[in-house]
Nanobody, 114 residues
Framework: QVQLVESGGGLVQAGGSLRLSCTAS????????MGWYRQAPGKQRELVAD???????NYADSVKGRFTISRDNAKKTVYLQINSLKPEDTDVYYC????????WGQGNQVTVSS
């Protein structure tokens, strides 16, 4: 079974930075689109950013200019560099791999204090 293992969450003051990582196993990573989603309590899971096999990226309007998604196919890892954090960025962040079905990481809590 495909596995996605996340790391990098934590508690950060507003204006700070984090880098989230998600490493896949048991899959041909390079051909798949990878994404990062976030979910706050009581809200739906929402797309933050994704990156295609060709390197094309998409970002939610709320994170453009602050978040950067990248991938390292040799390491089967996708990253989310998060800069200029705001309290409203406080969420659980999930990585996602889309193939014939969807696979999800276990979630990373990101908490931004004012």
């Amino acid at each position: 079974q495909v596995q996605l293992v996340e790391s990098g969450g934590g508690l950060v003051q507003a204006g700070g930075s984090l880098r989230l990582s998600c490493t896949a196993s048991r899959i041909i990573f390079s051909i798949n689109t990878m994404g990062w989603y976030r979910q706050a309590p009581g809200k739906q899971r929402e797309l933050v950013a994704d990156i295609s096999s060709s390197g094309s990226t998409n970002y939610a309007d709320s994170v453009k200019g602050r978040f950067t998604i990248s991938r390292d196919n040799a390491k089967k890892t996708v990253y989310l560099q998060i800069n200029s954090l705001k309290p409203e960025d406080t969420d659980v962040y999930y990585c996602n791999l889309e193939t014939r079905t969807s696979y999800w990481g276990q979630g990373n809590q990101v908490t931004v204090s004012s």
